[in-house]
């Protein structure tokens, strides 16, 4: 399956740290950072989950659940928490699933679909390809993708400014510009005609050129 964003995250039923999941019923009318990872006990990924784990707060005040997925059974998920917690601080209170059978993996096209075999006896080389970030709004559709290099640690401060980005867009027919940062200017999307952006934003906005209009960021 060849996913972008707009698709459709694909449903599933895994074993995860915390239990049994039905990923669309675990999502509910929440939106999710999905993270996966190659291998277990692998040191970039173990600062990552480290870090996600200290700033978890931050995306739960946004309604925003985490769910890592890591290309090993859930018992070999278990072991690495504490490794986790030892090296970095953070303890992990986000699931991580347990795909042992490479079927999440290949669900979202991070191994190819025809992959045979199961998680024993591959290594973090022959699944580096499972290193996705995957921001799913409350209506199931993927918002957007971020693909790394095992050798790169994610910067989830990235993924935060992502999803304020994206939730503003979606109660407020705005986007963000270059580097935005929460508080500062937006820009009025280009679909909302003269009237709709009077409606709209009543204080007015800068018309930088005539695609180009920057309004104060809407409060909520």
Known sequence: MTLSIGSTAPDFTAQTT???????????????????????????????????????????????????????????????????????????????????????????????????????????????????????GPDKLIKAMLLYPMSSGRNFDEVLRLLDSCQLTARHKVATPVNWRHGEDVIIVPSVGEEEARERFPGGWKAVKPYLRMVPQPID
């Open 18 to 136: 915390q239990g049994e999941i039905r990923f669309h019923d675990w999502i509910g009318d929440s939106w999710c950072v999905l993270f996966s990872h190659p291998k277990d006990f692998t040191p970039v990924c173990t600062t990552e989950l480290g870090y996600l784990a200290r700033i978890q707060p931050e995306f739960e005040k946004r309604n925003c659940k985490i769910i890592g997925l890591s290309v090993d059974p859930v018992g070999d998920h278990d072991r690495w928490l504490a490794d986790i917690k030892d090296a970095t601080g953070g303890e992990v209170r986000y699931p991580i699933i347990g795909d042992h059978d490479l079927n999440v993996a290949k669900l979202y096209g991070m191994l190819p679909a025809g992959e045979a075999g199961t998680s024993e006896g591959r290594t973090a080389a022959t699944n580096q390809t499972v290193r996705t970030v995957f921001l799913i």
